[in-house]
Every structure is written in C-alpha cells, then in structure tokens.
C-alpha cells in the first residue's frame, strides 16, 4: 500500500509535469526532462529520468536511472548526472524530493549544454589563433642568428657540392676511360688567376726560403746613352 506522502507526491508530480510524466506501475513513474534556457541554434539534450520508490520513500532514497532521449551523452556525463541526483537526495531525506530531483536534473542539463557550447568556441578560437600564428610565422620569416646562418651555409655548400658531384658523374658517363683521366687531369691544373690569388698570399718570408734566387732588376735597366751608343755600332751591308 502506498503512503499518504507518496499519494500526495503524484498529485502534485501530476499537475505540474502533466505531458512529461508517465506511470508504469504504482512505484514506477518516469519524467521527461530537458535543459532550458538553451540559446538559439544549440543542441538540447533530454533524458527520462525513471525511478522507483521503495516501501521506506521518503526516509531512504528511491531508485534512479537515466535513459537518453535527445542529444548525445556520454556514458561519463551520465554517471556524474546520476551522482548529482543522489547527493541531492541525500540532502532531503525525510521529505518529498522527486520535484526538487528533476529541478536540479533540469539545471544540470542546461549547465551541460552551456558547458559543450564554451568548449567548441575556445576550440575554434584557439585552432583559428594557431592558424593566424603559423601565418604570422610563415610571412614573417625565422630570424637569423650567426648559428642558424652558419648552419644553413654548411648545409647550403653541401647541397651544392653533392649536385655538382652527381652533374660530373652524369657527364662522365658518356666518356671513354682516356677521356675520364684526361678530363680529371685538367680540372686539378690551378689556373692563371688561381695561381696569382695564391702566390698573392704568400708573405715575403714564404719567397725568401732557402735556396731562392734574389734577382735585382736594376742589373737589366739600360740607359737612353747605352742604347744610342750601341746604335752606332751598327753596320750595314751593301752586299745587297
């Protein structure tokens, strides 16, 4: 037999949750509940919240479940909803609770839905931020150190010498074993400026080793009287 307080608890369940609420047996009854105040173009989530009020309601708690009717919820999210609803009927024992269970429920739902719309705009708003920066990064370019200069040089004359190394290999493919040694003969020969360029850096003590013949150009200048002398010395032949 029902208590007067369960009775009475319908009653009132009856009248405020007139479309929400459905009877299954004489200690069943399930409430349709749904999150409110939910701003335009969010999706709403809606639960049945069953329960099943044993023979001490309300001194001891009555049996709750969720079951998912709109929206998706996680497994997760259920059971922190089912566990709100036990800690708040645990603070109303002794008393009526169903309506004051689906209140709270309600609240939960709304927070949920406000919750999952603050997450995915701090997503998007943080995926458009790393898109803006990498763009940022992008036009801007990476400053240059003396290390990361020194870094792309090396890596630069690497590059350089290991495609012209392939270029010569392509190119001697074509020549005979005469033509390969001839053409490597030829380029280890240094040129005229390559040999000017080096003995341009030799220092005086460099020249001067021993064994080095000093030349003293004023033995070769010749004065403008040696040569007219010289001319007057100069005979003909007539034997033409």
Do not use: C
């Amino acid at each position: 037999m029902l208590s007067e307080v369960l009775l009475e608890e319908f009653e009132v369940l009856e009248s405020i949750y007139p479309t929400e609420l459905s009877k299954s047996s004489e200690r069943d009854i399930q409430i349709d509940v749904e999150a409110d105040e939910v701003e335009e173009g969010l999706a709403s989530l809606k639960l049945t919240l069953d329960v099943h009020y044993t023979d001490h309601y309300p001194d001891a708690l009555p049996e709750l479940s969720l079951v998912p009717l709109e929206g998706d919820v996680e497994q997760g999210e259920l059971d922190d909803l089912l566990e709100g609803l036990i800690k708040v009927g645990e603070e109303n024992l002794g008393m009526a609770m169903t309506f004051t269970l689906v209140s709270h429920l309600r609240e939960q739902l709304t927070s949920l839905v406000q919750s999952r719309d603050a997450r995915q705009k701090f997503e998007e708003n943080e995926k458009e931020r790393l898109v803006l920066e990498e763009e940022e990064r992008r036009t801007r370019g990476t400053p240059v150190s003396v290390e990361s200069f020194k870094a792309w040089k090396a890596k630069f004359d690497k590059e350089q010498a290991d495609r012209k190394s392939k270029e010569e290999e392509e190119r001697l493919k074509g020549f005979t074993a005469k033509e390969r040694e001839e053409y490597k003969r030829m380029n280890t020969r240094l040129s005229g400026r390559q040999l000017f360029e080096r003995n341009r850096n030799l220092d005086e003590e460099t020249l001067l080793e021993e064994g080095t013949v000093s030349v003293d150009i004023s033995q070769y200048e010749r004065t403008r009287e040696e040569e007219e002398e010289e001319e007057e010395h100069i005979t003909f032949s007539d034997s033409d």
